[in-house]
């Protein structure tokens, strides 16, 4: 008996032990939106090991993050509706800014966003739109809207959904007209039922990601994905186009974020600092093909990116584009709707 | 009694094609030069060799075996005293432990799991060590092998000729040496297949593992879910044939060895 | 002796099903935070009457989920039981191999079997080629992927317990009903049927009773049109983070569970005893 429980013992310290060793920064992020050389970078510069585990939705990495791993992981990255409930939930700790000097190489528009006032939690990452990436079919031209996902009539081929709750929903409201941000129990039934119709006419709903690897595989025609995830296609394939609906669609900022019981928190705020740097700003944005929030950066962006209207948007383009907003309390309006989407 | 007759060969030999076509598509397809897609490309076995240049897949097989060594430890250790202590002995509600028993047998691991996550966010704001990782993930590990180490070791137990344990004591053998030089030797064939079976539990597990692993803690199963809901692409079968490989030379040495033992 | 192992269930095992339980009746908060005060909304939810009206979402998808089990229970016994029959009518050396055969797949990881079945049945993969060629398309994503996904999972759950009966058949009980000129059906039923019904009951119960449950193989094949208890229950802990919810439907599908099994204990007579 004694000796049973020593054993025990003994495994366990070993198992606590292995996984406490080093000097690390557990890194949660979005799939294909760092550049490993950055990582490796990082790690040879400040001696530590970092550990990226992967997301392919915000809502996903929420779950987890309110789930308990508010104080596993260091730094995650949500997208701009995110930061204030996340702030609220208390799942946040506030950035000491003497710890990121190079905060000031954010570009004006990005300091002091209108859902992180003065960057108390968070600090832009990346920003890009939402839109459509499919295959150029000569012959039979998609138009350029969400019917190519919405209306049975003029859809594309084979599709898949975005797996994501306020992207997809925000999609379908945009193609009845409505906001982004409509707390309307009306125009969200109709945006459900939209969705519904749709998922039964799709080959399945994805990430950004896997929608991309489809699309560029020749698996489906036509997938929502995000700016970068389009103009990466397109760089690879040029039979591919990334574009905007004409109805209107999402504009969106993610940010660097570090948790309220982050056990590495100085490493952390070591790391966003890192990644503002100009250089490293233009790394990241020249690998993953989204757009840099960081003027340091922008001299160092390869040229043919800034002419790109996927990741840079034309001013025409941006009047057509919306934020998504954290809705409070109404959210809960939301989940019950997509929870109704994805059980139907 | 007479062979089977042709009707019956040719049905049970589309059975097997039918088990193993998803084993033969994974080996086939790990050899594809195209990165993504079922359309085949050209044949290639770089992809195997990228395995050692993935830092990912290589912690990732780390810490699936480290799980499954220490919960195969473990649950063996338990399930056996469990499953002596239920045969051996009478005691009141020794009913009852088969039904506790089998319930992890039966339930849906996604209840198992997500139960099991319940308890670690509820208790890990007090107890750390109950942070999600590898030590919860060899806790739940352990939780739903020892329900089938008992039930392996106790069929081992019940099928025992109880003559020689009563040979032991009457030639003067005192419970503890019984134990040790007669009756653990006799299940020690039970007790290794019961590891083994705990063993390829933990290592194949993935919707436990899923869902009460944390940071730097990814196992091989869920490395792979991960990257399969991305796109399929070759190096994720050249790692998947890899893990085939070493269960079935796994397999076939435990019938081996089962075999040399009879 | 029995102590740390039943100790180490109950802490692990049995207080976690006390907690779901006990989940299952609060409240969720309006960002997904758990709300500690009592409620029976979940339970509501469940049978139907959800925040935005009537909808028997949920109740659909249990008997989604039973209909399925059954149905995968149900092809394994069409497919398993003359593959059972067939390995021990094989001559002593090729039974052990046969048997072998089986059970290789039996301990290969089981995503690893699911995923596979995305490349089988992609439609630009040779085999989707032919599906197409014979009109048949939409065959993955959906409830037909599914299936087949389950059926070659489980075929080695319901084979292997069967052919433990199978072996023990004592077929001089067949021969002497032949000989008093029964048919063969009756044969079956009367002779054969009787000695492999612990072997058969096992195999269903094992096929069944986790098919019902099932989260990978839906999620993997079905895409997102087939949803299950499994599927449903992992997105109340995930992207939905309603845990109060998703413990509901925790409760529903062990509720379920623990009912199939006291119906397979009455049915075999003893607690387990054959396992």
Known sequence: ?344 | MNRPSLRLSLWSALAYLFLYAPIAVVVIYSFNAARFGAAWNGFTTHWYAAIWDNPQALSAARNTLLLAGCSTLISTLLGTALAYGWTRFHFPGRRWISGLLHIPIFIPDIVLAVALLLLYSLVSPWLRFFELGLPTMVLAHVTFQIPFVAIVVRARLAGLDPALEEAARDLGASGRQKFRHVTLPLMMPGILAAAMLAFTLSLDDFVVSFFTSGPGSTTLPILIYSSVKRGITPDINALSTLIILASILGTVSVMLLQRKNR | MCGPGLIWLLVFLLVPMLLILSVSFISRGAYGELEWTVTLENYRRLIGFGALGFDPLYPQILLRSLALGATTAFLCLLMGMPLAFFIARLPGRFRAAALLLVVIPFWTSLLIRTYAWQILLAPEGWFGSILRHLGMTELYPGTLAVLIGMVCDFLPFFVLPLYASVEKINWSLAEAAMDLGASQWNVFRHAILPQISPGLTAGLILVFLPATGQFVIPDLLGGAKTVLLGNAIQQQFGQSRDWPFGAAMAVAALALVIAGMWLFYRKSGQKGEWL
């Open chain 1, 1 to 344: 008996m004694k000796k049973y429980t020593a054993l025990l013992a003994c495994l366990w310290v070993c198992c606590v032990v292995a996984s406490a060793a080093e000097q690390r920064l557990n890194l949660f992020i979005w799939s294909e939106y760092i550049d490993p050389g950055v990582v490796t970078e990082f790690e040879k510069q400040f001696n530590c090991k970092v550990v990226v585990d992967l997301y392919e939705d915000a809502e996903s990495m929420l779950a987890k993050v309110q789930g308990g791993e508010v104080s596993l992981y260091d730094v995650a990255v949500p997208p701009d509706y995110l930061v204030p409930t996340m702030a609220k939930l208390k799942l946040l700790a506030p950035l000491r800014h003497e710890n990121i000097p190079n905060l000031k190489n954010l570009d004006t528009k990005f300091a002091n966003p209108p859902y992180d006032r003065n960057n108390r939690y968070s600090v832009a990452y990346q920003w890009g739109t939402v839109g459509i990436l499919t295959k150029k079919n000569a012959d039979a031209p998609l138009p350029e809207s969400w019917s190519v996902l919405f209306d049975p009539k003029r859809q594309a081929k084979s599709f898949v959904l975005m797996d994501s709750m306020r992207d997809t929903l925000g999609a379908a409201l945009k193609f009845k007209g409505y906001s982004l941000n409509s707390t309307d129990p009306k125009h969200l039934m109709e945006a459900r039922d939209l969705v519904v119709a749709a998922k039964k006419r799709s080959r399945g709903f994805e990430g950004s990601v896997g929608a991309k690897n489809k699309v560029a595989a020749g698996q489906v025609q036509a997938a929502m994905v995000y700016s970068g995830e389009g103009a990466r296609a397109v760089a690879e394939d040029n039979e591919l186009v990334y574009f905007i609906p004409s109805e209107g669609s999402q504009i969106w900022v993610d940010n660097l974020v570090v948790l309220a019981k982050a056990p590495h928190r100085d490493l952390a705020e070591k790391f966003i600092n890192f990644l503002l740097e100009g250089r490293v700003g233009a790394r990241i944005s020249n690998y993953s093909q989204y757009a840099t929030p960081n003027k340091a950066a922008m001299p160092l962006i390869q040229p043919e990116d800034l002419k790109n209207p996927a990741i840079y948007p034309t001013p025409e383009i941006l009047k057509q584009l919306e934020f998504l907003e954290d809705i409070g309390a109404k959210s809960r309006l939301y989940d019950e709707v997509w929870t109704q989407v994805k059980a139907k």
